[in-house]
């Protein structure tokens, strides 16, 4: 009974929604999301909602983000599945206000308030020029799809302010979450009970730990916070913390996700409640940080062991059922991967000399993709998508190189994975590891070292193995 309400409830609530949006623009309804693809709306259009967040009204889902086209900052789409998405308008834009003409508009997120019957937008706001700025901004509307009215920019407190979030408790509190004192710091502040001001600061997390994109979901007694380190538009190791209060005393740090969390950075952690179940949803931006417009978007199950534990795994596609509040998904076979150092940022690539340096990351990049087939004994051989040439040790000055094709034992590497994902490369012929070094000349170069390395101490010997599934 409770589902057959809630089906009726969805098609009158959002009535004509897919009648007007499919049918008048003949676009064929989706039935999955493709993680990390471009994602496109029910007009066929892209979809430009990075580091946004969710709302449900109306029956629909609101997916509302960044809009980075033209004169654009704010965007908003809406759906009864998550997965069609239909483009309702663009929320803000450079012409909303004086202040919007030169500004770069990052990470914004809509609240309703009950008691004000106002949709309230906080969004991290800056110069175009750089992030000097280090303030929030605030608008808002009677109505979700808008027009929303621009209340300004400030630092809360007077304290910097980048990425942030927003999070409404159950009690109808609200809390502003952003990163501060140059990145180092993240304050969370409860809000006025209108949601248009901070009320007080209630507390610093994690002091120098630079924990930035943080996104918080309730879970029994129990606020779970994820965030990501601060590096730019690079990938890297998400993790969360737990707590039983806003204010903290907040947990220790917990990976989440591989070393990279799959290429992504944490928007919002999205709860679909379901006549069966709450499932939970890691939304994500998969930042391209050689060409933005080519970022993607990820949205992965959260798998919770129990309130405080949570486990995200990779999926290659995803669909919802809202009803029921389940999950349907599927995962791709591997077929190539990026191979990333762990002291730094950048990937393998191959140099003009035959040698192998690197590039920073960038998912159109040929030269970045690498085959892995293994043996029978478990060995693998590398091969470099672009040039067909494998990864080879057989080299006097130590360096290793790129080779045709050939059945040698130097081109068999053995791979030691730790338990948070980092490899170590043993070449079957030399017994060395492969290892990152660095010189005058060439900032990032491959050697194979004598001496293998504990495989669970961080250093030159540790490498990501980041797969593309699709
Ligand atoms: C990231 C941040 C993004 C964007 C980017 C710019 O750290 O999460 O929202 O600001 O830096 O480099």
Known sequence: MKIIKGVLFLLFSCYGFYGYSQSAINMPVKNMLLNGTIFTDTQGNKVHAHGGGFLKSGGCYYWIGENRQNNNLVACYRSLDLINWEFRGNLLSRNSAP???????????????????????????????????????????????????????????????????????????????STTRNNLDMNVYELTPDYLHVKSKIATLWPGAMREAPAVVKKGDYYLMMTSYCTGWKPNQGKYAYSRSMAGPWSLFHNFGSPTTFDTQPTCILPIEGAQSTSYLY?????????????????????????????????????????????????????????????????????????????????????LKWILSEDKEGYVRIKNQESGKFLDAKNEEAKVVLADSLNLDSQLWKLKTNQEGWSCFINKLTRKALQMERSQQQPEYLIQSAEIEDVNRKGKQQFLIAWEYQ
């Not at 990470?107 to 992030?131: A, G």
């Open 99 to 177: 202040e919007l003409e030169s500004a770069n508009i990052e990470r914004p997120k809509v609240i309703y308030n009950e008691e004000t019957k106002m949709f309230v937008m906080w969004m991290h706001y800056e110069l175009r020029r750089d992030y000097s700025v280090a303030r929030c901004a605030v608008a808002s509307s009677v109505n979700i799809e808008g027009p929303y009215t621009y209340l300004g920019s400030f630092r809360p407190e007077d304290n910097m302010s980048r990425d942030c979030n927003l999070f409404k408790d159950s009690d109808g509190k609200a809390y502003f979450i």
């Open 283 to 367: 939304v994500a931006d998969r930042w391209d940080p050689a060409e933005y417009p080519n970022s993607s978007y990820v949205f992965l199950p959260i798998i919770f062991k129990n309130d405080t534990t949570l486990e995200v795994n990779w999926v290659s596609s995803l669909s919802v059922n809202c009803i029921k509040g389940t999950f349907t998904t599927k995962i791709n076979s591997p077929q190539y991967c990026r191979i990333k150092y762990r002291l730094s940022d950048n990937y393998l690539s191959p140099q003009p000399d035959g040698t192998i340096g690197y590039k920073g990351l960038s998912y159109k990049l040929q030269t």
